[in-house]
């Protein structure tokens, strides 16, 4: 038995990072799985690596004919939508006085946006199946303030208040709505330049993180695992919460004790 047997799930940026390890992680915990993104080559080969339990839809999150094509694939090809996992989003470094509206429109698009059309277009298919589950991937910027990260904080501090209205509004309808709150986690994001970004190693990545009390960066499986409890049944009476894997990052600073 899967932990996420009988449900049908949608994933935004699911091609690559934390949102492809998650699709993997549920389909192999027994969940059939929507992957949506706009990275069509490299989101076409994950579903086709999972086999029949997948399937790919150009998603584009700030379209609403796009999210509503995507449930539409849902419905058709498994039934009735039980999880979404509003995981797409990007990231833009500027110092507040450096920062464009368009950067600003760009980033509140994509990160706080999408996910509200996200869960407009998954309430309905949900509500049919009785119920279902909704995860919002926000980042230990909606907890605190970094600087440069103006577009990406404000986002993600959105999300956060977003989460707790929609888990108010939706929980009469047996939708739950929880929030993860990663700190550093080695994906796309920290290499920006690519597969790769120019780090060779793993251990590079750790040695930038070392000051964290768990003294390394984040794996994508880590938020993976996360994300699979919140979607599943083991999580029935969470809603409306933040879930934070940090490493330790909002704890404070390492502090060696002789």
């Known amino acids: 038995m899967g932990r996420l047997d009988g449900k049908v799930a949608i994933i935004s940026g699911a091609a690559r990072g934390m949102g492809e390890v998650e699709a993997r992680l549920f389909a192999e915990e027994g969940a059939r799985v929507v992957i949506g993104d706009v990275l069509d080559d490299q989101g076409t080969q994950v579903a086709s690596e999972i086999g029949t339990g997948a399937r790919y839809v150009h998603l584009d999150v700030r379209d ?19 999880v979404l996992v509003n995981n797409a989003g ?50 230990t910027n909606g907890l605190a303030g970094y600087p440069a990260t103006i577009s990406y904080t404000a986002t993600k501090w959105a999300v956060r208040g977003m989460t707790r209205t929609a888990a108010m509004e939706l929980g009469p309808l047996g ?43 984040g794996q994508p499986i880590e938020i993976a695992r996360l994300a699979l409890f919140l979607a ?26 002789s």
Do not use: K
Request: glycine content about 12%.
């Open 90 to 139: 990007i990231l833009r470094f500027s110092p507040i006085m450096e920062t464009p509206a368009e950067q600003f429109r760009e980033v509140f698009e994509v990160n706080q946006l999408g996910p509200l059309l996200g869960m407009q277009a998954v309430v309905l298919s949900m509500t049919g199946a009785g119920g279902g589950s909704i995860v919002n991937i926000s980042s």
């Open 64 to 82: 609403p004919a796009h999210w509503a094509a995507t449930v539409a694939t849902a419905e058709q090809e498994f039934g009735p939508v039980t």
């Open 232 to 257: 599943s049944d083991e999580a029935s009476y969470s809603t409306g919460a933040e879930f934070v894997a940090d490493g330790g990052m909002l704890a404070g600073p390492r502090t060696d004790v």
């Open 175 to 217: 939708i739950r709505v929880n929030s993860i709150h990663p700190g550093g986690v080695d994906t796309d994001m920290l290499r920006p330049s690519g597969s790769g970004g120019g780090i060779p190693d793993r251990s590079v990545l750790d040695e930038r993180f070392a000051h964290l009390p768990l003294r390394r960066v």
